[in-house]
């Protein structure tokens, strides 16, 4: 029964490829506000042609969320978490095909957003295609929620998830996609880290000042460093006080998880092109520190006079832009308490603090819970190799907001890989991987009504 949907799948394939084309080739940046109506209306469109109902439900203060639903037998209905927002493109000048023109090469799919998240959304549209193609009514009912300010911190995501709950009401989640690690095996992702995301400010003089006046005029970009090296530790330990204080211990099946996830240490280094990792982490140490501890980031630096050529000033202002990711149970509001009182107790308080988001907090789905088990049965069956099934991403995606809100597990499936440049110039996901990813939904559904019983 299986073999009729794979075979349609396949054969279908140029067909799938080119919905998430369609999906690239509308720009949708949250950040700026471009194409985002456009986009979502997109959306809807194509839900419908999966034969779903569509929805665009406003969301105040921000891009519309487009809630699909289709009814299927008596399942548990799984819910399909994602969204139709993307990344700036920039730096433009390292794209190797403009972002927004998606070029389908060497088993590839380039623009941005092919990974993140639009391949993703794609991959779930056509597993419903296929599905009702081949055998009709779907084996459980399946609702999507594509919201549109994903890549900004989701700000006002949670407020219309409590408003719409039950709209929304599911007995399982599917976050926005992942995918393959480095040796083929697909990572089942059941958690988030929080952010909270700050910018900070310091006030020098009214005006650029000749350097010669550095004697007896304040440098707001010393005041801005000074403040930020008593941040963090060169041993990467965060010295803001009680920082650490609602830091969660990992239970024993996260850390069992932990073991059983290949190292990837090396892989890191190559990627990302650097010779040493923090403290020299690998192994289990590896995933230890990155998926389970939080972070203090410096994102942006700048001050002064930065062009070609030296031009001799003391600045005006410095501005430092930060991010913390945070795990359970720490909450973005103390955190952001937290830092305000610790500049101020180490003499900083002419640092202002401007530009904090609401920030997301983190969540976790236990590993031993049943829909993860059969998440990963599901796994190992399609790819042909075990998941791996990782307590948490490093990253943040409003996971808590669907668990927390709704009160559902949440696990994750994608159609990335790790070298999918997601957020970076030539983003892409190989098809293969996204028509594996497309099987994976279809066997799910399948096998979604055995939950019941489990
Ligand atoms: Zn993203």
Redesign the pocket.
Same mark, same amino acid.
């Given at each position: 029964m299986l073999d009729d949907i794979f075979r349609y799948i396949d054969e279908h394939a140029d067909e799938f490829v080119q919905d998430v084309v369609r999906l690239c080739q509308q720009p949708s940046i949250s950040a700026q506000g471009v194409g985002l109506q456009e986009t979502a209306e997109l959306v809807a469109r194509m839900l419908e042609e999966a034969g779903a109902t569509a929805e665009i439900l406003p969301v105040v203060g921000g891009p519309p969320v487009v809630r699909g639903a289709l009814s299927g037998r008596a399942g548990p209905t799984l819910l399909f978490y994602n969204h139709y927002d993307v990344?700036p493109p920039d730096p433009l000048e390292e794209w190797q095909s403009p972002p927004f023109q998606p070029r389908v090469a060497e088993g590839k799919i380039v623009a941005r957003g092919a990974s993140?998240?639009k391949g993703n959304l794609a991959a779930r549209l056509a597993a419903l295609k296929a599905w009702r193609a081949v055998h009709g009514e779907l084996p459980a009912s399946v609702i999507f929620c594509i919201e549109g300010e $994903? $890549?900004v911190g989701s700000p006002h995501f949670l407020r219309f998830l409590q408003e719409h709950r039950d709209r929304f009401a599911a007995d399982v989640c599917l976050n926005e996609g992942f995918g393959v690690n480095s040796r083929g095996q697909l990572q089942i992702i059941l958690g988030a880290k929080g952010l909270v995301y700050v910018e900070l400010e310091v006030q020098g003089p009214a005006l650029d000042v000749h350097s010669s006046w550095a004697t007896v005029i304040p440098n707001p970009a010393w005041r801005l460093v000074w403040a930020l090296s008593t941040l963090k530790g060169p041993d990467d330990r965060i010295l803001i006080e009680g920082f650490y204080d609602d830091v969660r211990l990992p239970s024993a099946a996260e850390l069992a998880a932990l073991e059983q996830i290949p190292p990837e240490d090396a892989v890191a280094r190559q990627v990302y092109g650097v010779s040493r990792l923090v403290n020299d982490v690998t192994g289990v140490d590896f995933w230890r520190k990155h998926l389970l501890e939080p972070t203090c980031n410096i994102c942006g630096l700048v001050s002064g006079y930065t062009g070609a050529g030296a031009k001799t000033i003391t600045p005006r202002t410095a501005r430092a832009k930060l991010d913390f990711r945070l795990v359970p149970d720490q909450r973005p509001d103390d955190i952001l308490q937290k830092l305000r009182r610790h500049l101020d107790r180490h003499g900083f308080s002419d640092v202002i603090l401007t530009g904090a988001l609401e920030g997301e907090p983190p969540a976790r789905t236990p590993p031993d819970h049943p829909f993860v088990g059969l998440c990963a049965e599901v796994a190992e069956q399609v790819y042909g190799v075990p998941p791996v099934i990782m307590p948490t991403m490093a990253a943040t995606v409003p996971m808590a907001q669907l668990r927390e809100t709704l009160g559902v597990p949440v696990a994750d499936a994608g159609v990335g890989y790790p070298d999918n440049r997601?957020?970076a110039p030539n983003e892409h996901i190989r098809i293969a991987d996204y028509l594996t990813g497309i099987k994976y939904l279809v066997v799910l559904l399948d096998r979604l009504p055995s939950l019941r019983t489990r």
């Open positions: 990344q993140d998240n $994903e $890549e997601i957020h």
